[in-house]
């Protein structure tokens, strides 16, 4: 069974930073494409940045300038690095993944558990 694991996450006042970090662990053939997406009380998920295989990253607009993604696949882990952290971006963020499990016979979405970030104003 494959599973991302997130930490990182937690209560940041505005301006400050904070990194998150996505672990994929159990038995699998690849990883792909990796990305974060997040979701604010009473609001539908929304994407917040991707790095692909390849290592083309893509970023929302509200994030640009201010987040980054990068990845370690020695470690299969993804990370989100945010600075210039604003009220606006307090949300619970999720990791995605595109993981092709060992026996599957294609890749996947996986999601982690979630992470909240608080931003204080």
């Known amino acids: 069974q494959v599973q991302l694991v997130e930490s990182g996450g937690g209560l940041v006042q505005a301006g400050g930073s904070l990194t998150l970090s996505c672990a994929a662990s159990g038995s699998f053939r690849s990883l792909f494409g990796m990305g974060w997406f997040r979701q604010a009380p009473g609001k539908q998920r929304e994407f917040v940045c991707s790095i692909t295989r390849g290592g083309t990253k893509n970023n929302a607009a509200s994030v640009k300038g201010r987040f980054t993604v990068s990845r370690d696949l020695a470690k299969n882990t993804v990370y989100l690095q945010m600075n210039s952290l604003k009220p606006e971006d307090t949300a619970v963020y999720y990791c995605?993944?595109?993981?092709?499990?060992?026996?599957?016979?294609?890749?996947?979405?996986?999601w982690g558990q979630g992470t909240q970030v608080t931003v204080s104003s």
């Open positions: 995605n993944v595109d993981i092709w499990p060992l026996g599957a016979s294609r890749s996947y979405d996986h």
